[in-house]
T-cell receptor
Framework: DTAVSQTPKYLVTQMGNDKSIKCEQN?????MYWYKQDSKKFLKIMFSYNNKELIINETVPNRFSPKSPDKAHLNLHINSLELGDSAVYFC???????????FGQGTRLTVV | GNSVTQMEGPVTLSEEAFLTINCTYT??????LFWYVQYPGEGLQLLLKATKADDKGSNKGFEATYRKETTSFHLEKGSVQVSDSAVYFC????????????FGTGTRLQVTL
């Protein structure tokens, strides 16, 4: 009965590869997000979707492409991975705009 | 733009000590304010929230009051436990902008016996 679930939890890959992270929420929320947490624990918004529509794209390289097939899913595809992409990526959802967000467990991406 | 400033960590306390983690913010609209906690190896969990001035959020012995006049939302707990050791994030969501959380840098709390 996990509320926001991400897969995989850990991802180790080589530079130049393409990878995807999947996210699903079973809370019936309308808004979903991707956040990036760097090595110093700083969290920054990457994308937000409301009812499958992109609302925020916060100066993220276009190698990152979110896809929302339905309200309950928001996947993140990353092309041509670089060393600097290594981080923890968190998916989150909220009932409505400006309400509290519920976070997944995170995906630790390591690019070698 | 919006920003959140938290006190630098780490904060090291003995069990049963009083905790304060300072948080101040700047926002263009009327923000809602949140404290999230991240335990080692886990995701973020909402600890408490306040949506308007003078609201007090509370949970698990933690409290924070939304102070518009000082643009602050300081986190307090009267008696910390070893199990409170975690990273604490102050965050805001501003009604004047698209929905997203703006986070502070996080404050690591270490509680020892």
């Amino acid at each position: 009965d996990t509320a926001v679930s991400q897969t995989p939890k850990y991802l180790v890959t080589q530079m130049g590869n393409d990878k995807s992270i999947k996210c699903e929420q079973n809370l019936g929320h309308d808004t979903m997000y991707w956040y990036k947490q760097d090595s110093k624990k700083f969290l920054k918004i990457m994308f937000s979707y409301n009812n499958k529509e992109l609302i925020i794209n916060e100066t993220v390289p276009n190698r990152f492409s979110p896809k929302s097939p339905d309200k309950a899913h928001l996947n993140l595809h990353i092309n041509s991975l670089e060393l600097g992409d290594s981080a923890v990526y968190f998916c989150a959802s909220s009932q409505a705009e400006h309400t509290e967000a519920f976070f997944g467990q995170g995906t630790r991406l390591t690019v070698v | 733009g919006n920003s959140v400033t938290q006190m630098e960590g780490p904060v090291t306390l003995s069990e049963e000590a009083f905790l304060t983690i300072n948080c101040t913010y700047t926002a263009t609209g009327y923000p809602s304010l949140f404290w999230y906690v991240q335990y080692p190896g886990e995701g973020l969990q909402l600890l408490l929230k306040a949506t308007k001035a003078d609201d007090k959020g509370s949970n698990k012995g933690f409290e924070a009051t939304y102070r518009k006049e000082t643009t602050s939302f300081h986190l307090e707990k009267g008696s910390v436990q070893v199990s409170d050791s975690a990273v604490y994030f102050c965050a805001l969501s501003d009604s004047g902008t698209a929905s997203k959380l703006t986070f502070g840098t996080g404050t690591r709390l270490q509680v020892t016996l």
